[in-house]
C-alpha cells in the first residue's frame, strides 16, 4: 500500500499554468504514479503516468503537448506540469499508484491507491 499527499492545485485564467505535486509515502520501486481527473456530470480521464524506476511517461490524448510529467526520485515526488490550460480542463485531479503496466494502460481498474484530489479551475 502506498499513501500519497497531492498539492499544487488552484485556479488560473486560460493559457495559465500550474503545477501539481503526489508526493508516495512508502517504496516507490516498480510503481507506477499516474493522474486522472474528473469533472461533474463526466467520467473519469486519464490525464498521464510515469514510471518511478525509469521516468517514461505517457499522456491523454486531450493532454498531449501541454502537460509534462517528472519526478524527483529521493523525494518519492512526482510532478504534473500543465501549460496552456483551457476551461475544459477544469476538474478535480487525482493522483494514483499501481503495477508498471498501468502506466501504458492508463485505466483506472489498475490502481490501488488514490490521492486526496486536488481542484484545477481555468476560467476563460
Known amino acids: 500500500e502506498v499513501q500519497l499527499v497531492e498539492s499544487g492545485g488552484g485556479s488560473v485564467q486560460a493559457g495559465g499554468s500550474l503545477r501539481l505535486s503526489c508526493a508516495a509515502a512508502?517504496?516507490?520501486?516498480?510503481?507506477?504514479l499516474a493522474w486522472f481527473r474528473q469533472a461533474p456530470g463526466k467520467e473519469r480521464e486519464a490525464v498521464a503516468s510515469?514510471?518511478?524506476?525509469?521516468?517514461?511517461?505517457r499522456y491523454g490524448d486531450s493532454v498531449k503537448g501541454r502537460f509534462t510529467v517528472s519526478q524527483d526520485h529521493a523525494k518519492k515526488t512526482a510532478y504534473l506540469q500543465m501549460s496552456g490550460l483551457q476551461p475544459e480542463d477544469t476538474a478535480t485531479y487525482y493522483c494514483?499508484?499501481?503495477?508498471?503496466?498501468?502506466?501504458?494502460?492508463?485505466?483506472?481498474?489498475?490502481?490501488?491507491?488514490w490521492g486526496q484530489g486536488t481542484q484545477v479551475t481555468v476560467s476563460s
Open positions: 494514483a499508484a499501481g503495477p508498471p503496466f498501468g502506466c501504458t494502460a492508463l485505466n483506472t481498474r489498475w490502481f490501488d491507491d
Open positions: 512508502g517504496s516507490t520501486r516498480n510503481l507506477c
Open positions: 510515469i514510471y518511478m524506476d525509469t521516468g517514461s511517461s
